[in-house]
């Protein structure tokens, strides 16, 4: 089984400033990661993925994360964050290797709260 | 455009009543998804189809019915035996099969139920 750890619940920061939001995960098979971001009454919209290969991947809207497999981590960051970067931001995973389903475990969730 | 549509995206019944939630899809998926969305909870997985006229329970299917007679469609009936029914409903909907990754899920909008 999957399990997906947000540590921060709520991340405030001055706009023009960087972010990054963390997430962990647990998995005793290889893993594709995921990041969502969702905006207030929206529904989820993929900011970018990992599946395999290097280990930096950029997303949308200026974001990036960096898988790091020792610290089964995949930190989601962005150099300047806008006003406009203010909402609740998901990490997800699935196993790797097709079963029956597609198993997507989210984590609990991130709000990202820019300060003008 | 492809997308997911939902509706309607504010619902209010009171106790006791059933309630049905639409989810259409344009994106010739054959896999869908009902998510349940409670503050602080992240996304909890209510069911899932995978073809037409097949479906699996998830998490927390108690209290909920679906359907799956077209596959444009896979409708959420919250009955009167759900306990706490009030949440914010996702659709999502994916691309499925051995050989298709990477298993990206697209969100509809949501809707909101309260219910009193």
């Known amino acids: 089984a999957q399990s997906v750890t947000q540590l921060d619940s709520q991340v405030p920061v001055f706009e023009e400033a960087p972010v990054e939001l963390r997430c962990n995960y647990s998995?005793?098979?290889?893993?594709?990661l995921f990041w969502y971001v969702q905006y207030p009454n929206q529904g989820l919209q993929l900011l970018l993925k990992?599946?395999?290969?290097?280990?930096l991947v950029k997303g949308i809207n200026g974001f990036e994360a960096e898988f790091n497999k020792s610290q089964t981590s995949f930190h989601l960051r962005k150099p300047s964050v806008h006003i406009s970067d203010t909402a609740e931001y998901f990490c997800?995973?699935?196993?790797?290797?097709?079963?029956?389903?597609?198993?997507?475990?989210f984590g609990p969730g991130t709000s990202l709260s820019v300060i003008p | 455009d492809g997308g997911i549509t939902q509706s309607p995206k504010y619902l209010f019944r009171k106790e006791g009543q059933n309630v049905t939630l639409s989810c259409e899809q344009n994106?010739?998926?054959?896999?869908m998804y009902w998510y349940r969305q409670d503050p602080g909870q992240g996304l909890r997985l209510i069911y899932y189809?995978?073809?037409?006229?097949?479906?699996q329970k998830g998490d927390i299917a108690e209290g909920y019915s679906v359907s799956r007679e077209k596959k444009e469609s896979f409708p959420l009936t919250v009955t009167s035996a759900q306990k706490n029914p009030t949440a914010f409903y996702l659709c999502?909907?994916?691309?499925?099969?051995?050989?298709?990754?990477?298993?990206?899920?697209?969100f509809g909008p949501g809707t909101r139920l309260t219910v009193t």
């Open positions: 999502a909907s994916s691309q499925s099969g051995p050989t298709i990754t990477p298993y990206e899920q697209y």
């Open positions: 998995s005793s098979v290889s893993v594709y």
């Open positions: 990992y599946l395999s290969g290097s280990t």
């Open positions: 997800a995973v699935t196993p790797v290797g097709k079963t029956s389903y597609d198993k997507v475990i």
């Open positions: 994106l010739n998926h054959d896999a």
């Open positions: 189809s995978q073809i037409v006229n097949d479906f």
